[in-house]
């Protein structure tokens, strides 16, 4: 069955970095949008990072400049490096899978990150 499974999370002093990873199986995964979101208590699902089967990603405004998302398409890997951590990434972050073809799509059941003194 599919399994996106996030790891990484923690509690990091602002300015800090963490490194999340996710581990996928069940899906042909080089042929999969992968991306990071994430959820802060009271507030919407927003897109963190998203990268396509090579190289090329895309970021939310917030996150530009500080985090990077990666991907080892051999180890069906996703990675998110998150610098210069601010209060306000605190946030369950969600590892998502989406078919460059079509709508099936995975979600991760979520890691936390906590941004705090």
């Not at 970021?59 to 490096?81: E, H, I, P, W």
Request: aromatic content about 12%; some cysteine.
């Amino acid at each position: 069955q599919v399994q996106l499974v996030e790891s990484g999370g923690g509690l990091v002093q602002p300015g800090g970095s963490l490194r999340l990873s996710c581990a996928a199986s069940g899906f042909t995964f080089s042929s999969y949008f992968m991306g990071w979101f994430r959820q802060a208590p009271g507030k919407q699902r927003e897109l963190v990072a998203v990268i396509g089967s090579g190289s090329s990603a895309n970021y939310g405004d917030s996150v530009k400049g500080r985090f990077t998302v990666s991907r080892d398409n051999a180890k069906n890997m996703v990675y998110l490096q998150m610098n210069s951590l601010k209060p306000e990434d605190t946030a369950v972050y969600y590892c998502h899978a989406r078919w460059f073809l079509g709508k099936e799509n995975y979600w991760g059941q979520g890691t936390q990150v906590t941004v705090s003194s």
